[in-house]
């Protein structure tokens, strides 16, 4: 069965940072591109950041420079640092596996076929 766990959400103030952390099982975890989605009330879910399992990482723009998706294959996990942290930044964060690296697909939710059960991520102003 396969499994997305994520974790370390939570409320920071502007400027704050966070680390999410996502707990794969069930995958052979190397073989996988990593994504990072995060979903706003009211929002569709938007592509945050990717990492294809050869190594190649992808940021949505509003978050490149602030944000760095990495992967720890010994653990089967994949984080995202978060910094600078802005209140539009505030949503449900979810994590998301993918078979293959296939371009532009990493990038649109519909191609991920294994989700976890997100994490709230809330930016006091």
């Known amino acids: 069965q396969v499994q997305l766990v994520e974790s370390g959400g939570g409320l920071v103030q502007t400027g704050g940072s966070l680390r999410l952390s996502c707990a794969a099982s069930g995958l052979t975890f190397s073989r996988y591109s990593m994504g990072w989605f995060r979903q706003a009330p009211g929002k569709e879910r938007e592509f945050v950041a990717a990492?294809?399992?050869?190594?190649?990482?992808y940021y949505a723009d509003s978050v490149k420079g602030r944000f760095t998706i990495s992967r720890d294959i010994a653990k089967k996990s994949v984080y995202l640092q978060m910094n600078s942290l802005q209140p539009e930044d505030a949503a449900v964060y979810y994590c998301a596996a993918k078979a293959g690296s296939s371009w532009p697909e990493i990038l649109t939710p519909r191609y991920y076929g294994t989700w976890g059960q997100g994490t709230q991520v809330t930016v006091s102003s």
């Open positions: 990492n294809i399992y050869t190594g190649p990482k």
